[in-house]
C-alpha cells in the first residue's frame, strides 16, 4: 500500500465516520460506540478486500460480508453509502419509518447487505453457511463477518467456530473487533471471554492479532488469510471504541446513545478537521 | 389404489427427499447428530456430498442453513422437533423467518408419540411457536403419500417451511396414484353434515376411523385433514361450520397455539360455532410406549369417536 492509497483510505474512514454520526444523531438512537470502532475495518474491507460491485449487488459470485455484530450497522450503511450502493443522504433516515436503513441489517430492504442480523452470535453462523456453499459450488467467492468481543460470550459463536474448524471453511475469514468493551462495562469484568485468541486457536483457526486501525496491519493481515489453507482465519482487531470522536473514545457509555445537538457538532467538526488535516498533507 | 403402506411420516420423508435430489440439485440436508432417527441417512447415504452433519448444535445448523439458502441452496436443516423449532427457536425467528430464506425446518419425533424418551423429547410446543413466525409455512402431513407430497412442494415453494415429522409409523389412507397436494389447501376425506372433525397430522388417521365407526352408528361426521397448518384454508373451515353447525378439533399437541386455536380464532371472527379442541391439555408428557399414551391422552379413535358423541349429546 503506498502513501497515496493509504491516505484515501483514511479519507474514506473518516467520511464514514461522518454518516455513522449524521445517522445516529437523526435517528436520535442507535449504537456509534462499536460502528466508530470498526470504521477502519468496514473501509478496509469494502474498498481493498471484498470483491464487489454495487451496480451489482446480487452477483452470486461475489464475496460476502455477514456483520454478525449487528447493532454497529450504521458504520455498515456508511461505508455501503461512501461505496455507491446508496445515496449518504439515506443515513438521516437511518431508524425511521419506512427508512432502508432499519436499526439492525435487513437484507430484504439494503442493498449491499448479504445477511440480516441483529442478535448476536447468530451472523457467523450465516457466514459458514455461505463459506460452505461456495465450497459446494466449488465457487472462489470468499465470506468475511465481524464480531464484536462481547459476542463471543454467545455460545453460538463456538458452535459456528467448531463448525468452521471441522468443515476446513479456508474461505471464511472471521474479523473480532477487540474494543474491550460490551454494554455493562469492561469484557473482561462482564464477561471474561478471554483469551481470545487460544480459543480460535483451539477450535482450528489461524489466527492473527493486529491494530485494527491501522491499514498496512490490515492489508498484511487479510493477505495472509487470504493464503491460508484447510483452516478458518481470525483477525482479532485491536480498536478503541469510538475511535475518531475525543469524547466517545472507550467510554462504555457512548455503546448505544446518540449524541444531542451540541455534542453532534462538536463530533461533525472533529471529524472535518481531521478530514481537512488529510486532504492538506 | 396404490397399495397402502405403514411407514412413519419420518421414514416418507427420508425416501422423498432422496427420490428428489436429483431433479432438485439445489437440494441439501443438516442434521445435528440425529440422521438414523429423523431418517435425513436414507439422504445421506445416497448422496454423501450434499450431506452436512453439523453436530449437536441445532442453533447453528439454522444459520447454516440460512447462510446456504442466501446462496441459492435448497437447504433442509432436520432435528427433533423439540430442537428445530424449540431450541432454535429464536434462529428460526431471526436468521430464516425475518430475511424470509429459502430454508426447509424439519422436526421430528412431534408429538406424544415419541413414547418412552418421555416429555423432554414430547415437542407439543412446535406448531404454536412457528405459527407466531410472519410468513411461516407449517405442514404436518398426515401419512406416506401425503409426505412425499408435501416435501416436493415445500421444495418448490419459495420460502420458510416449517415440517412436522412423526415417529410412530401409520397405515396410508391417501390413493398415492391420484393424491393432490397444494399448500394451504384442507382435504375433506368424509362427507358428513352432522358436525366436522378438523384433524392433522398422526391424528388423520385416528379420525378418518372414528368417522367411519360413527357412521355405522348413523352419525355422519365431516372430516377434514389440514396437512397445512398455516395459512390455514379458512374456506373449508368456515364452509364446515355453516353446513355442520358444531366443530371438534385434533391435534397431537398442546390444544394451546396450535390447530385448535388457529380454527377457533377464525371460527369467533367470523363464524361463531360451538368448537371442542381434543389435543394435549396443557400438560407435558411422560414415558411409554407410543400407542398407550396416545390412549391415555384420548387421541385415539375410540375417544374422538366419544367426543364426537358427547358435543352432539348423544
Ligand atoms: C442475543 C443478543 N443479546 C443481547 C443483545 C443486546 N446487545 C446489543 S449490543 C450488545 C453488546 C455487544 O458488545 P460487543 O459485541 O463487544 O459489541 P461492540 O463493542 O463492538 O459494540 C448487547 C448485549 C443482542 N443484540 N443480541
Ligand atoms: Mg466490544
Known amino acids: ?281 | 389404489m396404490a397399495e397402502m403402506v405403514k411407514l412413519a411420516t419420518r421414514e416418507s420423508f427420508g425416501q422423498a427427499v432422496t427420490e428428489l435430489a436429483e431433479q432438485y440439485p439445489q437440494v441439501v440436508v443438516l442434521d445435528a447428530d440425529l440422521a438414523a432417527a429423523t431418517k435425513t441417512g436414507i439422504f445421506k447415504k445416497a448422496y454423501p456430498d450434499r450431506f452436512i452433519d453439523c453436530g449437536i448444535a441445532e442453533c447453528n445448523m439454522v444459520g447454516i442453513a440460512a447462510g446456504l439458502a442466501t446462496c441459492g441452496k435448497i437447504p433442509f436443516a432436520a432435528s427433533f422437533a423439540m430442537f428445530t423449532a424449540g431450541r432454535a427457536f429464536e434462529q428460526v425467528r431471526n436468521s430464516v423467518g425475518y430475511p424470509h430464506l429459502n430454508v426447509k425446518l424439519v422436526g421430528s419425533h412431534a408429538g406424544i408419540s415419541v413414547g418412552e424418551d418421555g416429555a423432554t423429547h414430547q415437542c407439543c410446543e412446535d406448531l404454536a411457536l412457528m405459527r407466531t413466525i410472519p410468513g411461516m409455512v407449517i405442514l404436518n402431513p398426515a401419512d406416506h403419500y401425503e409426505m412425499k407430497a408435501a416435501v416436493k412442494a415445500a421444495i418448490e415453494y419459495e420460502g420458510p417451511v416449517y415440517l412436522r415429522l412423526g415417529r410412530l409409523a401409520v397405515e396410508s389412507f391417501n390413493n398415492g396414484d391420484d393424491y393432490s397436494f397444494e399448500i394451504g389447501k384442507g382435504i375433506t376425506l368424509r362427507q358428513g353434515d352432522d358436525i366436522t372433525i378438523v384433524a392433522t397430522g398422526l391424528m388423520v388417521s385416528e379420525t378418518i376411523k372414528a368417522a367411519d365407526a360413527l357412521a355405522e352408528e348413523g352419525i355422519h361426521a365431516r372430516v377434514i385433514n389440514i396437512h397445512t397448518v398455516k395459512p390455514l384454508d379458512e374456506e373449508i373451515i368456515l364452509k364446515a361450520a355453516k353446513e355442520t353447525g358444531k366443530i371438534i378439533t385434533v391435534e397431537e399437541h398442546n390444544v394451546i397455539g396450535g390447530l385448535g386455536e388457529a380454527v377457533a380464532a377464525v371460527l369467533s371472527e367470523k363464524c361463531p360455532t360451538p368448537l371442542v379442541r381434543m389435543g394435549v391439555q396443557d400438560v407435558f408428557g411422560y414415558s411409554g410406549p407410543a400407542k398407550d399414551l396416545l390412549k391415555e391422552f384420548g387421541l385415539c379413535a375410540e375417544n374422538i369417536a366419544a367426543v364426537t358423541k358427547k358435543a352432539l349429546g348423544k
Not at chain 1, 105 to 113: A, E, I, K
Not at chain 1, 150 to 170: C, N, R, S, T
Not at chain 1, 192 to 212: N, S
Not at chain 1, 250 to 277: C, D, F, I, R, S
Open chain 1, 1 to 281: 500500500m503506498n502513501s497515496c492509497e493509504k491516505k484515501s483510505l483514511q479519507l474514506t474512514a473518516c467520511k464514514v465516520r461522518m454518516n455513522v454520526i449524521e445517522g445516529v444523531y437523526h435517528a436520535k438512537s442507535g449504537h456509534p460506540g462499536g460502528s466508530l470502532s470498526a470504521a477502519d475495518i468496514y473501509t478496509y474491507l469494502y474498498f481493498r478486500e471484498l470483491r464487489v460491485n454495487p451496480e451489482k449487488p446480487q452477483d452470486p459470485d461475489r464475496d460476502r460480508f455477514v456483520l454478525s455484530k449487528g447493532h454497529t450497522c450504521p458504520g455498515l450503511y456508511g461505508v455501503l453509502a461512501e461505496k455507491g450502493y446508496f445515496s449518504r443522504e439515506e443515513m438521516k433516515g437511518l431508524r425511521h419509518i419506512g427508512s432502508m436503513l432499519q436499526g439492525h441489517p435487513n437484507m430484504q430492504d439494503t442493498p449491499g447487505v448479504d445477511m440480516s442480523s441483529g442478535s448476536l452470535g447468530q451472523g457467523i453462523s450465516a457466514a459458514c453457511g455461505m463459506a460452505l456453499a461456495a465450497k459446494l459450488d466449488q465457487k472462489d467467492f470468499r465470506v468475511y463477518t465481524l464480531l464484536g468481543d462481547g459476542e463471543l460470550e454467545e455460545g453460538q459463536v463456538w458452535e459456528a467456530a467448531m463448525f468452521a474448524g471441522h468443515k476446513k471453511l479456508d474461505n471464511l475469514c472471521v474479523i473480532v473487533d477487540n474494543n474491550g468493551l460490551q454494554i455493562d462495562g469492561p469484557i473482561s469484568e462482564v464477561g471474561g471471554p478471554e483469551p481470545i485468541d487460544e480459543k480460535f486457536r483451539a477450535f482450528g483457526f489461524d489466527v492473527q492479532m493486529v491494530d485494527g486501525h491501522d491499514f498496512e496491519a490490515l492489508e498484511a493481515a487479510f493477505a495472509h488469510a487470504k493464503a491460508v489453507e484447510g483452516k478458518p482465519s481470525v483477525i482479532i482487531a485491536k480498536t478503541v471504541k469510538g475511535k475518531g470522536v475525543s469524547f466517545m473514545e472507550n467510554q462504555v457509555g457512548w455503546h448505544g446513545t446518540a449524541p444531542n445537538a451540541e455534542q453532534y457538532e462538536t463530533a461533525m467538526a472533529e471529524l472535518k478537521q481531521a478530514l481537512a488535516g488529510l486532504e492538506a498533507e
